[in-house]
């Protein structure tokens, strides 16, 4: 009998974890009031929610070292008023990042170029973004945006927590095969966060909802860059960051918490919140937690084109 009951324990053991999966998702805290990252939060300082049901965070990890694919629009290197600046202070970022950090590159117009991987060796990663550089001189100004994206995706092959995606561009799309709705779905499947630099300076950054300051206020904070507003839906979805000070765009890429959730295993596009304790452990009013709205169910995966 004792053999049989210790069997059953064991069984419904086995049953209860097979019910859970566990998902690593990146988030971002700022001060609500300085609009400034707050660091050194533990995972005992986070709450989370899903569909209003809390939900177990196993860790959390800040000092990361993820991967970044870093992705610009080729117009935007060829003089076009006002962005290529930006897109050149971008690039020199990816082609100056220290060793050991695994960078990949691309640029795209009527389709994307890209680096053959990610690379961690300082040398190397500038070649081989010169070399990408150069071959996109010959683009033509018009956007596949979507395509690149998915392009992109595909680069990352199996997902790595923190994986994410600096895109530098205007927003417009004239010339994809897919469509923004079938981006928007490989970007949660694959679970990897896309920070936006978009166009000209304007307002500081804020969250949505938030009142926002005159128009054209500059600070050394982060900053929101307003072009063309139908990009921010893509970086809220996947809790990517719309618009930061350019001088720390690809720092803004490795920033954040990696937190990692425990989840029922049949997770299907449901609700998340996150919010971090107050010194007395209710949710602080002060703090703002930037995340992912809604998480992509634990089997979900990019499909190959």
């Given at each position: 009998?004792?053999?049989?009951?210790?069997?059953?324990?064991?069984?419904?053991?086995?049953?209860?974890?097979?019910?859970?999966?566990?998902?690593?998702?990146?988030?971002?805290?700022?001060d609500?009031?300085?609009?400034?990252?707050?660091?050194g939060?533990?995972?005992?300082?986070?709450?989370?929610?899903?569909?209003?049901?809390?939900?177990?965070?196993?860790?959390?990890?800040?000092?990361?070292?993820?991967?970044?694919?870093?992705?610009?629009?080729?117009?935007?290197?060829?003089?076009?008023?006002?962005?290529?600046?930006?897109?050149?202070?971008?690039?020199?970022?990816?082609?100056?990042?220290?060793?050991?950090?695994?960078?990949?590159?691309?640029?795209?117009?009527?389709?994307?170029?890209?680096?053959?991987?990610?690379?961690s060796?300082?040398?190397?990663?500038?070649?081989?973004?010169?070399?990408?550089?150069?071959?996109?001189?010959?683009?033509?100004a018009?956007?596949?945006?979507?395509?690149?994206?998915?392009?992109?995706?595909?680069?990352?092959?199996?997902?790595?927590?923190?994986?994410?995606?600096?895109?530098?561009?205007?927003?417009?799309?004239?010339?994809?095969?897919?469509?923004?709705?079938?981006?928007?779905?490989?970007?949660?499947?694959a679970?990897?966060?896309?920070?936006?630099?978009?166009?000209?300076?304007?307002?500081?950054?804020?969250?949505?909802?938030?009142?926002?300051?005159?128009?054209?206020?500059m600070?050394?904070?982060?900053?929101?860059?307003?072009?063309d507003?139908g990009?921010?839906?893509?970086?809220?979805?996947?809790?990517?960051?719309?618009?930061?000070?350019?001088?720390?765009a690809?720092?803004?890429?490795?920033?954040?918490?990696?937190?990692?959730?425990?989840?029922?295993?049949?997770?299907?596009?449901?609700?998340?919140?996150?919010?971090?304790?107050?010194?007395?452990?209710?949710?602080?009013?002060?703090?703002?937690?930037?995340?992912?709205?809604?998480?992509?169910?634990?089997?979900?995966?990019?499909?190959?084109?």
């Amino acid at each position: 009998m004792r053999l049989c009951f210790g069997f059953f324990l064991v069984l419904l053991s086995f049953c209860a974890s097979a019910q859970q999966c566990t998902r690593y998702v990146m988030m971002n805290a700022f001060d609500e009031k300085a609009h400034q990252p707050i660091d050194g939060l533990k995972a005992s300082d986070f709450m989370a929610k899903l569909d209003g049901r809390p939900v177990a965070i196993s860790g959390v990890t800040q000092q990361l070292n993820n991967r970044v694919l870093v992705l610009v629009e080729a117009k935007m290197q060829k003089g076009y008023p006002g962005v290529t600046g930006l897109a050149e202070n971008v690039t020199q970022q990816a082609r100056n990042a220290p060793d050991g950090r695994p960078i990949a590159f691309g640029a795209f117009g009527t389709h994307a170029l890209l680096t053959d991987g990610f690379l961690s060796e300082k040398s190397a990663r500038a070649r081989a973004i010169d070399d990408v550089l150069a071959r996109q001189q010959s683009m033509e100004a018009k956007s596949g945006l979507y395509d690149a994206l998915h392009e992109a995706l595909l680069l990352f092959g199996g997902h790595q927590p923190g994986d994410t995606i600096l895109l530098v561009s205007d927003g417009h799309d004239s010339k994809s095969t897919i469509s923004s709705s079938d981006i928007t779905r490989e970007l949660m499947a694959a679970g990897v966060r896309l920070n936006i630099l978009t166009g000209e300076f304007g307002y500081e950054f804020t969250h949505p909802g938030a009142r926002k300051p005159a128009k054209g206020t500059m600070s050394n904070t982060l900053r929101l860059l307003t072009w063309d507003d139908g990009l921010r839906p893509f970086a809220d979805r996947t809790g990517g960051i719309y618009g930061s000070s350019p001088e720390r765009a690809l720092e803004s890429s490795w920033s954040g918490y990696l937190v990692e959730l425990q989840l029922p295993a049949k997770t299907d596009n449901t609700k998340l919140e996150v919010e971090v304790r107050d010194t007395s452990g209710k949710p602080s009013k002060d703090i703002w937690v930037k995340h992912p709205p809604q998480l992509a169910p634990c089997a979900a995966s990019v499909a190959a084109r």
